[in-house]
């Protein structure tokens, strides 16, 4: 079992985006723990006011609210009681058991998990100390409950391999749902899941999932207003359909709360930096990256996508880094020279000229090894020839192989 904890300050958000996904048929649900109600008589509200009530009793509290998900292996299929139970058992642990929480089986992965919503303020107003939350608390709770429960280990597994959190396969697609409510599923995960700090990098993202938040051209009243849209795009990029205010979802994804997302990110993402650059450098290191469309398909392999940016005349002007291991989005330019689309054109082309020197090299090589192998080849046909041949014998003799003339004795008369 892994355990993935996420703290914030937006209750509203987190119980929308569950609630929402029971609507959409792929979530459900499966316990309310110290509510005054049965949880089918509990409305969307009362779930609300129940946590709300709470937080108001310590204001001076930034980060209230906890989003925690339990995740089994693919192997596991646990029944909804079995859940519940390990869900209760790990709340205990954690020091959350006595407050109040909502639990949501999930169906939308390939693997079973649940989410828990809660926070940490008590019935006195003291809060519920968070900090390393996770090392103090989660990990000898999972570890427990994994013996517990008789769970699958997550010791000795590849996280990358099981539970990486992967992009979202289901795109939004004009006319075959309705537009905002297809909109506000895929903003729900992204806007509080992805880790960006400008609306470019945003929108890397949402495109992926045929949404743009749009602020309309530098001269419309939209973008003098500091209004934002968002639409859904067709197959080629292209918007189709109305496009719906901001502020008409009920998360109310705002340009205003989008620059305070931007601030926080900004901050959180800069201990990750690291993988997408060490994976750029891998990518290149052995020389077989030639083009930015090679690169993206290695890089594809370890859970980072890049998207071009480009001008009207499809020139590549720009590039984006997005990181589903880690969450994050990185403009190219912001991780160093090196990983802006110009640095990364200029080792695509680093690449094309020394492949084409080691192969004029190896071809000059090859010829010189073909050479020689000829005149090898020669020299053993007629080597009789050349033994047997005494035409310049004589040219050149040592020494002492040379027969020394007899001298004549000219005597006298």
């Given at each position: 079992?892994?355990?993935?904890?996420?703290?914030?300050?937006?209750?509203?958000?987190?119980?929308?985006?569950?609630?929402?996904?029971?609507?959409?048929?792929?979530?459900?649900?499966?316990?309310?723990?110290?509510?005054?109600?049965?949880?089918?008589?509990?409305?969307?509200?009362?779930?609300?006011?129940?946590?709300?009530?709470?937080?108001?009793?310590?204001?001076?509290?930034?980060?209230?609210?906890?989003?925690?998900?339990?995740?089994?292996?693919?192997?596991?299929?646990?029944?909804?009681?079995?859940?519940?139970?390990?869900?209760?058992?790990?709340?205990?642990?954690?020091?959350?058991?006595?407050?109040?929480?909502?639990?949501?089986?999930?169906?939308?992965?390939?693997?079973?998990?649940?989410?828990?919503?809660?926070?940490?303020?008590?019935?006195?107003?003291?809060?519920?100390?968070?900090?390393?939350?996770?090392?103090?608390?989660?990990?000898?709770?999972?570890?427990?409950?994994?013996?517990?429960?008789?769970?699958?280990?997550?010791?000795?597994?590849?996280?990358?391999?099981?539970?990486?959190?992967?992009?979202?396969?289901?795109?939004?697609?004009?006319?075959?749902?309705?537009?905002?409510?297809?909109?506000?599923?895929?903003?729900?995960?992204?806007?509080?899941?992805?880790?960006?700090?400008?609306?470019?990098?945003?929108?890397?993202?949402?495109?992926?999932?045929?949404?743009?938040?749009?602020?309309?051209?530098?001269?419309?009243?939209?973008?003098?207003?500091?209004?934002?849209?968002?639409?859904?795009?067709?197959?080629?990029?292209?918007?189709?359909?109305?496009?719906?205010?901001?502020?008409?979802?009920?998360s109310k994804p705002t340009l205003k709360f989008l620059e305070e997302r931007?601030?926080?990110?900004?901050?959180?993402?800069?201990?990750?930096?690291?993988?997408?650059?060490?994976?750029?450098?891998?990518?290149?290191?052995?020389?077989?990256?030639?083009?930015?469309?090679?690169?993206?398909?290695?890089?594809?392999?370890?859970?980072?996508?890049?998207?071009?940016?480009?001008?009207?005349?499809?020139?590549?002007?720009?590039?984006?880094?997005?990181?589903?291991?880690?969450?994050?989005?990185?403009?190219?330019?912001?991780?160093?020279?090196?990983?802006?689309?110009?640095?990364?054109?200029?080792?695509?082309?680093?690449?094309?000229?020394?492949?084409?020197?080691?192969?004029?090299?190896?071809?000059?090589?090859?010829?010189?090894?073909?050479?020689?192998?000829?005149?090898?080849?020669?020299?053993?046909?007629?080597?009789?020839?050349?033994?047997?041949?005494?035409?310049?014998?004589?040219?050149?003799?040592?020494?002492?192989?040379?027969?020394?003339?007899?001298?004549?004795?000219?005597?006298?008369?």
């Open positions: 079992m892994v355990a993935v904890i996420k703290t914030s300050h937006l209750i509203n958000s987190i119980l929308n985006y569950n609630e929402s996904k029971v609507k959409e048929g792929v979530a459900e649900c499966i316990s309310a723990v110290n509510y005054p109600l049965e949880l089918d008589k509990l409305s969307f509200t009362q779930k609300l006011n129940r946590f709300v009530k709470l937080s108001s009793l310590n204001e001076n509290t930034k980060r209230n609210s906890v989003h925690i998900s339990l995740n089994f292996d693919p192997s596991e299929n646990h029944s909804k009681e079995k859940l519940i139970e390990i869900a209760d058992t790990y709340m205990e642990k954690i020091g959350f058991g006595r407050q109040p929480y909502l639990v949501y089986q999930h169906f939308d992965a390939g693997h079973p998990h649940c989410h828990i919503v809660t926070n940490n303020i008590q019935r006195d107003g003291k809060r519920i100390d968070l900090h390393l939350l996770g090392i103090r608390k989660s990990e000898p709770a999972r570890k427990e409950i994994e013996q517990i429960f008789g769970l699958v280990k997550a010791e000795g597994r590849k996280p990358a391999d099981e539970f990486s959190l992967k992009p979202i396969k289901l795109k939004v697609e004009y006319g075959k749902a309705e537009s905002r409510k297809a909109i506000n599923s895929v903003l729900n995960k992204v806007l509080f899941d992805y880790k960006y700090s400008s609306l470019p990098e945003l929108n890397a993202v949402l495109n992926l999932y045929n949404v743009h938040a749009d602020r309309g051209t530098e001269e419309s009243r939209v973008f003098k207003n500091n209004g934002l849209f968002y639409r859904i795009l067709d197959k080629d990029s292209k918007p189709v359909g109305v496009p719906i205010k901001a502020s008409d979802f009920y931007f601030k926080v990110n900004e901050t959180k993402k800069e201990s990750n930096k690291s993988h997408v650059k060490n994976a750029v450098r891998m990518a290149f290191y052995r020389g077989d990256i030639k083009s930015l469309e090679k690169l993206a398909e290695k890089l594809e392999g370890k859970g980072i996508y890049i998207v071009l940016r480009k001008s009207k005349e499809g020139q590549v002007y720009g590039i984006t880094y997005i990181d589903h291991k880690t969450q994050c989005v990185f403009n190219g330019s912001s991780l160093g020279k090196e990983f802006s689309v110009k640095g990364v054109l200029g080792q695509c082309e680093l690449n094309i000229s020394n492949n084409e020197k080691q192969y004029q090299t190896s071809k000059s090589i090859s010829f010189e090894n073909i050479q020689n192998s000829e005149l090898i080849e020669k020299f053993k046909n007629n080597l009789t020839d050349i033994l047997m041949n005494n035409e310049h014998t004589n040219e050149y003799l040592p020494k002492l192989f040379k027969k020394k003339k007899k001298r004549k004795i000219h005597r006298g008369i």
